[in-house]
């Protein structure tokens, strides 16, 4: 057997035993993951996530975690986390789970889900023309898309596993980039459901992400023009 068919495997068995343990220990876990994924309510997500009381960042980890695997939308789990922890802390867990399940999810879409993933980068007629970047330029590419906040996660994890980009290049880049990307999430979130407290600071944060984003956007669109 193949190192690489190895690897394949002994991921798979890893998979099956992490989803099958929580499972055994929380039978409606996943079926509440999908509710409050889908449906959005702050409060019941904060009050879910603090009934388990010392194992509550556990929780919040593996939320964001599960939700990125499966590409559902995560910024009311981190929200919420930022709301419960802190913005430090609830920065810091969303962005390694974050980073840890974007990548799960691009190995399982390059794999056994790649059809999945190609019917839906096809809907899409702007990703479906570069879907073949690999390199640098695939680096640089999934490093600025991971780093826009609210950039649709599910999508972006099916248009670097179709494309020949590395895995060790979407790894770095996906964990390089959401760093900025789930800081932004928190902090507003955070500042949005506590403005009387953080108005002036949220005012600050989007100004400064308006300012970096636009510059980047600025930048890019010079760099593309001047190899015209």
Known sequence: ??????????????????????????????????????????????????????????????????????????????TANGLLFGPAIGIMISWIAESIGVVIGFWLMRTILRPTAEKLIHKSSKLSKIDDFSGESGFKLMLVLRSLPYFPSGVLTAFGAISKISTKDYALSSFIGKLPATALEVMIGHDIFTYNQNLERLFIVIILAIIVYGGIWYFNKKHIRNKK
Do not use: H, Q, R, W
């Not at 499972?23 to 409050?36: H, M, R």
């Not at 194992?55 to 919040?60: R, S, T, V, W």
């Open 1 to 78: 057997m193949k190192a690489e068919t190895k690897v394949k495997f002994l991921g798979y068995g890893l998979l099956i035993i992490l989803i099958g343990s929580v499972y055994v220990l929380a039978p409606d876990f996943y079926n509440n993951i999908f509710y409050l994924a889908v449906n959005g309510n702050m409060e019941e997500i904060a009050a879910y996530i603090d009934s388990f009381g010392t194992l509550a960042i556990f929780l919040g980890f593996m939320l964001v975690l599960l939700v990125n695997i499966v590409g559902l939308p995560s910024i009311f789990i981190i």
